[in-house]
């Protein structure tokens, strides 16, 4: 714990310019959409469950799993040359229904993680994934270029969720603190049907 507050109490003093690359396009999304963020130290995380664990928020280590954003970098056929790009985004403890996300973009074939060949193009590893820095990666790079489109959906049980949320911020050991619901709506240029979506699997 102490730790942890070492680390965030440091950011108060670092100038933006030191933050790691992949930090500082995260946060450009929200400084120009003029969204409210905060950003926080944590231990290095490799999973939802793992980062909700180690996150710091509010001057305590740990929130809650469903504050956890998860996010899932896709991808699928169009054709034989052509492939689309999918974010899916949900809560830490919800899991996708593909069947469903299939039926709401009417494809026929599957959507599969990134592949090793688009992360690389991206220059990211899957613990650094979040949407707005491939947002600002995939309109501010070749990668613009190579993809048909960028499709980013939200689960509309997030909607309702007034809590603040957390994913990484580009890095392991970055957090980003944000109101999910003044977020979604700066995707508006890519997000289906620009709503939430009803996308996790139901229980049975």
């Given at each position: 714990?102490?730790?942890?507050?070492e680390?965030?109490?440091?950011?108060?003093?670092?100038?933006?310019?030191?933050?790691?690359?992949?930090v500082?396009?995260?946060?450009?999304?929200?400084?120009?959409?003029?969204?409210?963020f905060?950003?926080?130290?944590?231990?290095?995380?490799f999973?939802?469950?793992?980062?909700?664990?180690?996150?710091?928020?509010?001057?305590?280590?740990?929130?809650?799993l469903?504050?956890?954003l998860?996010?899932?970098?896709?991808?699928?056929?169009?054709?034989?040359?052509?492939?689309?790009?999918?974010?899916?985004?949900?809560?830490?403890q919800?899991?996708?229904?593909?069947?469903?996300?299939?039926?709401i973009?009417?494809i026929?074939?599957?959507?599969?993680?990134?592949?090793?060949?688009?992360?690389?193009?991206?220059?990211?590893?899957?613990?650094?994934v979040n949407?707005?820095?491939?947002?600002?990666?995939?309109?501010?790079?070749?990668t613009?270029n190579v993809?048909?489109?960028?499709?980013?959906?939200f689960?509309?049980?997030?909607?309702?969720?007034?809590?603040?949320?957390?994913?990484n911020?580009?890095?392991?050991?970055?957090?980003?603190e944000f109101?999910?619901?003044?977020?979604?709506?700066?995707?508006?240029?890519?997000?289906?049907?620009?709503?939430?979506?009803?996308?996790?699997?139901?229980?049975?």
């Amino acid at each position: 714990m102490e730790r942890e507050k070492e680390l965030n109490d440091q950011l108060l003093y670092i100038d933006q310019k030191m933050y790691p690359d992949k930090v500082k396009k995260t946060i450009t999304f929200f400084e120009k959409n003029k969204l409210d963020f905060k950003l926080s130290r944590n231990k290095e995380a490799f999973s939802c469950v793992d980062a909700a664990q180690k996150r710091y928020r509010d001057g305590e280590v740990g929130i809650p799993l469903k504050d956890e954003l998860k996010t899932y970098f896709g991808e699928y056929k169009v054709s034989k040359y052509e492939k689309h790009l999918i974010l899916i985004n949900l809560s830490g403890q919800d899991r996708i229904d593909f069947k469903k996300i299939r039926s709401i973009l009417k494809i026929s074939k599957g959507i599969r993680l990134a592949s090793k060949e688009t992360m690389e193009l991206f220059n990211i590893e899957y613990g650094q994934v979040n949407p707005f820095l491939i947002h600002e990666l995939f309109y501010n790079s070749k990668t613009f270029n190579v993809f048909g489109s960028l499709t980013v959906l939200f689960d509309k049980d997030l909607q309702i969720e007034k809590s603040t949320m957390m994913t990484n911020a580009g890095e392991l050991s970055w957090g980003i603190e944000f109101s999910l619901v003044n977020v979604v709506y700066s995707f508006s240029e890519v997000i289906y049907d620009k709503s939430f979506i009803k996308i996790i699997e139901d229980e049975n």
